[in-house]
Nanobody, 126 residues
Framework: QVRLVEAGGGSVQAGGSLRLSCAAS????????MGWFRQAPGKEREEVAF????????SYADSVKGRFTISQGNTRNTVYLHIDSLKSEDTGMYYC???????????????????WGQGTQVTVSS
């Protein structure tokens, strides 16, 4: 059973930075498509960033380019989302997702993911 666990959310002031983490377990793929999504209050969930673990490409939604960085941890089953210059509109629940079956060239914005974490809340105050 694939399991994704997010951590690192919290309350921060606008202009600050935050790093979210996602630990995946329960599958044996050596490489994996993982992504971050977010859902602001009263809005639909939106994709944020994708990474193909094991040194693969990254992909970002246009709305977050320049402030968000997705990266892989020391293990291929851990990914991070670093957010700089936080804005109030970044407030929301941030979800980690995975699609172990996706090839590297399909791990990008627009990919439908198969597994989801429970989310971690980010609240930005001005």
């Amino acid at each position: 059973q694939v399991r994704l666990v997010e951590a690192g959310g919290g309350s921060v002031q606008a202009g600050g930075s935050l790093r979210l983490s996602c630990a995946a377990s329960g599958y044996t793929y050596s490489r994996n498509c993982m992504g971050w999504f977010r859902q602001a209050p009263g809005k639909e969930r939106e994709e944020v960033a994708f990474i193909y673990t094991g040194g693969g490409p990254t992909s970002y939604a246009d709305s977050v380019k320049g402030r968000f960085t997705i990266s892989q941890g020391n293990t291929r089953n851990t990914v991070y989302l670093h957010i700089d210059s936080l804005k109030s509109e970044d407030t929301g629940m941030y979800y980690c997702a995975a699609d172990p079956s996706a090839p590297g060239n399909k791990c990008r914005v627009g990919r439908q993911m198969n597994y989801w974490g429970q989310g971690t809340q980010v609240t930005v105050s001005s």
